[in-house]
């Protein structure tokens, strides 16, 4: 007589320690082989796109930062971006360097967590305290700047809430400093170590065709191999003016579009960001940045779509204007949600310690996925 | 064994019945550890734990409690001690309530056998290995035990994990201590301890005492031996990079996940003898054990009764710095995946300690 097996289902999270939040996922068993993974999603839904058809335009600002809330001032950079194309209004100079620098030091910020995080769930902690340490230094920056750590409210429409700390731009040169060594530090701690990339190497690969059909992008789509960036390629604020390269996963350990390269194209991008700043604070004109902004915020009947570069992929907002002061809809592309769709198949036939590798090297934020 | 002399006197001196006197002095003896290492190790183990790690990552670690927080250990027993004891209604209670007291049995077990100096050993067997690697076989039956009872599918993976984790990783450990019993012709860890002295190279690692043409060649078999033991015993305590059973990042904290209050502080507690015990098997076999690397002070000012105190501190001393290597191991490398930890142990781990075995053999003939 043949003994009765049967698939096991294990729920991972929502409460567990490494499912970046509140995902669960329903991860069907063959022993230790996965044979399925269904994310569920919903628990941090809040409702924003419904929101946002109550509020005025300004007062959207504070929303789209709990969105993705570990990259609050891209949120917001995206979302002005398209209200400004809305309104048809053109923005002092000095604002837009301001943006960007802002944007990458957000950026940087981001990748910190993501390979903190990814460190931390491979099960190595200190990097992930490493990465905090260097990501407060960014935190205090953005403290000077506009009060708030997190959520910050930072970038208005036509302009910024405040023009920069007096200090901001000796301490964030002093940042740059500070923090190139420190890519080779965790690069030397966590990168190149040779039990980290039996983990990640050659787990998890995403084909660039697979990647393109599931519409995955950001530095998952750049670890497959593919160089867009949408900075460069549909580009916006003043991102023209600079000088800076695309990172792509080459597969140096693995194969193209491992979890590694994943990983490792966030380590570079950071690396990057900080040219970019540099160069930014190098130009940074002067003017004034509160005197774009409008007194009454209603855009004409219309619609715009915009997009811009998130730390995690292309973060795009569809915004309709009805001829009044809340807009009529507003749609989010957000690049996590996006992302998270093709968690089944990296994960089919690996085992259950490689889905936390996996989706570490997806890169959620829970806050985006739901909204 | 001035200790179990001391007691076994007393108690024949009121019974008249060496029986007696034998099995007090024996029960009492091996019972020592338990109280006055045991306990006080892994109260010592958790804080420098904490410590070190926040040091590694610039942090400062527990402050508050004492001078640098060395309170913070036995604040955190009290607070385990005063928590509810949860027994949720699908677990297997008999099963649940003894997985706790067999895992801590197990590695408590194997303190009775160590040599603490050449004045006190637990109980001084002459199978003293063997013995050690058979008591800590329990904790496989234990974590197995609590893997299931607990009906949490997070444990059953951790304890199935675990289980053959320990099961592998002993071949290893087994084959290394082969070739010192070979070598030595002792299974009775003081009588290997005591070959070991003088010098630190008359210590098994420099080839053991003598100065004979095998000696110099054992030393290159020697550090493979040492090498492939520790990371073997890395593996049979369940620490980083081979903490696959509790990988907490996956399986929550895999087989003690249902636990709470004194229930968990006792797997907490036995992981932390562990550590030393393993450590001190190290040091006993490749490190002279409780020798000291040059001559004691003792000998030197002509006061023999400082030497047994002297060894004790060498011994445990020994003990605490392979346990900081563990530490600094897990504060700075990431985890195995199950597979590959499997791969490691019957590809690389057990052919390398088997191949060693046959040149030592082959060595000792010659």
């Known amino acids: 007589m043949a003994i009765k097996t049967e698939e096991m289902v294990l729920n991972m999270g929502p409460q567990h320690p490494s499912t970046h939040g509140v995902l669960r996922l329903e991860l069907i068993l063959e022993g230790e082989i996965i044979q399925k993974v269904t994310p569920h999603i919903g628990y941090l839904h809040r409702c924003f796109e419904k929101h946002c058809e109550a509020m005025t335009y300004p007062q959207i600002i504070p929303y789209t930062d709990r969105m993705d809330y570990l990259a609050a001032m891209y949120n917001e950079f995206g979302y002005v971006i398209g209200v400004e194309k809305l309104l048809g209004i053109q923005v002092p100079e000095r604002v837009e360097y301001i943006r960007v620098i802002m944007g990458e030091l957000q950026r940087i910020a981001s990748h910190l967590v993501a390979i903190g995080t990814y460190g931390a769930d491979i099960g190595a902690m200190t990097p992930f305290l490493f990465a905090f340490r260097d990501r407060e230094v960014i935190l205090n920056l953005f403290e000077i700047t506009c009060g708030a750590r997190m959520l910050y409210n930072y970038i208005w429409v036509g302009g910024l809430s405040h023009d920069l700390h007096p200090d901001f731009v000796r301490l964030t040169r002093e940042f740059i400093t500070y923090f190139r060594p420190k890519i ?188 | 064994m001035i200790v179990y002399d001391f007691l076994y006197n007393i108690v024949f001196n009121i019974t008249q019945s060496a029986v007696a006197g034998d099995i007090t002095a024996m029960v009492i003896s091996a019972a020592l ?239 932390y003898a562990n550590m030393f015990a393993v450590s001190a098997i190290v040091s006993a076999i490749f490190f002279g054990g409780y020798q000291s690397p040059f001559g004691y002070l003792g000998n030197t000012l002509g006061l023999t009764w400082m030497v047994p105190i002297e060894q004790f501190l060498w011994f445990a001393s020994k003990g605490i710095f392979f346990v900081l290597v563990q530490m600094w191991l897990r504060w700075t490398l990431p985890r195995l995946r199950v597979d590959q930890l499997m791969a490691l142990c019957w590809k690389y781990l057990i052919p390398i300690a088997f191949v060693n075995l046959i040149i030592v053999g082959l060595i000792t003939v010659l």
Not at chain 2, 82 to 90: L, R, T
Not at chain 2, 148 to 175: C, D, F, H
Not at chain 2, 216 to 223: A, D, G, Q
Request: charged fraction near 15%; glycine fraction near 8%; include cysteine.
């Open chain 1, 184 to 371: 080779v530090e965790m690069n030397e701690l966590l990168t190149t170590n040779r039990i980290f990339i039996e983990r990640t190497a050659n787990v998890g690969i995403l084909p660039l065709e697979t990647a393109i059909n599931f519409g995955i992008t950001g530095p998952m789509l750049r670890g497959s191999g593919f160089k867009w960036d949408l900075r460069k390629d549909d580009t916006y604020s003043v991102y023209n003016r600079f000088d800076f390269n695309i990172p792509i996963g080459e597969g140096k350990v693995g194969t193209v579009g491992d979890c590694w390269d994943r990983y490792y194209v966030r380590i570079l991008e950071m690396g990057e960001s900080l040219r970019l700043i540099e160069q930014a604070l190098d130009q940074l004109p002067e003017g004034n940045v509160t005197s774009a902004i409008p007194k009454r915020i209603k855009p004409p009947v219309g619609s715009v779509y915009t997009r811009v570069e998130n730390p995690r992929g292309e973060l795009g907002y569809f915004i309709i204007s009805n001829g009044t002061t809340s807009p009529f809809r507003v749609k989010v592309r957000g690049p996590s949600f996006v992302n998270l769709g093709i968690m089944d198949v990296l994960c089919k036939n690996h085992m259950v310690a490689d889905v936390i590798a996996i989706l570490g090297s997806v890169d959620i934020v829970l806050g985006e996925v739901d909204r």
């Open chain 2, 33 to 271: 550890p338990l109280l006055f290492l045991v306990l006080p190790f892994a109260i010592l183990a958790v804080w420098l734990e904490r410590k070190v790690s926040a040091h590694m990552q610039d942090r400062l670690g527990p402050m508050r409690t004492g001078s640098h927080g060395w309170l913070q250990t036995i604040a955190d027993v009290i607070k385990l001690l005063q928590k509810e004891d949860i027994v949720a209604n699908d677990n297997d209670r008999p099963l649940f309530n003894l997985a706790p007291i067999l895992v801590f049995s197990g590695s408590y077990l194997v303190f009775a056998a160590l040599p603490f100096s050449s004045a006190y050993i637990g109980s001084n067997i002459d199978l003293g290995i063997i013995f050690i690697i058979a008591a800590s076989g329990f904790v496989v039956a234990g974590i197995l035990m609590a893997g299931w009872s607990s009906n949490n599918k997070y444990s059953l993976l951790g304890a199935m994990r675990s289980a053959a984790q320990i099961v592998s990783y002993e071949i290893p450990t087994i084959l290394v201590i082969l070739t010192i019993i070979m070598i030595t012709g002792t299974t009775n860890l003081r009588t290997l301890s005591e070959m070991q002295t003088g010098y630190f190279w008359n210590w098994m690692i420099f080839g053991g005492a003598g100065l004979s043409l095998s000696k110099f060649l054992f030393i290159p078999f020697m550090i493979i031996g040492f090498v492939t033991l520790y990371i073997s015993t890395l593996a049979e305590v369940n620490r980083t990079p081979f903490d696959i059973p509790e990988a907490e990042s996956e399986l929550v904290s895999g087989y003690h996940t249902e636990y709470s209050g004194m229930k968990f502080a006792m797997f907490f507690m036995a992981e």
